[in-house]
């Protein structure tokens, strides 16, 4: 075998070797990412199939329940559509009705955001930039909406 031939194969292993690293951290962000989504379009099914995801809004005022053991439905609201959410587990002790709230988890068949973590604000002027920045558009999309009618 001809030097020309070994230095041929040592650059195309090392190019497989690339490529299968890199798919191999692709597939690992890929599966530890969470995108934000608001409840608006949650209800134009935008949100990922069978995927973690990150869901805000505001906890709609009358609309806690608090179930059997630790289990806690509530509806997360961007005052355009309604998403409702179940937790199992104990709440921050910040969350509160009518409050800014992110709850990562993922949809199940029924339509209901289970959610494995709930995150609330952290004092009473701080909105998360993502929930402020949906709120926002429902209101601008509600507003223009109206006009349009």
Known sequence: MKARHKRFGFIAIGLVALGLASWLVINALDSNLSYFFSPSEVAQNKQPKDHVFRLGGLVKPGSLQRGQELTIRFVVTDEAHNVNVEYTGILPDL???????????????????????????????????????????????????????
């Open 95 to 149: 969350f509160a009705e009518g409050q800014g709230v992110i709850a990562q988890g993922r949809m199940n068949a029924a339509g209901v955001f289970v959610a494995d973590e709930v995150l609330a604000k952290h004092d009473e002027n701080y909105m998360p930039p993502e929930v402020a920045d949906a709120l926002e558009k429902a209101h601008d999309e509600g507003v223009s909406g109206a006009v349009k009618q």
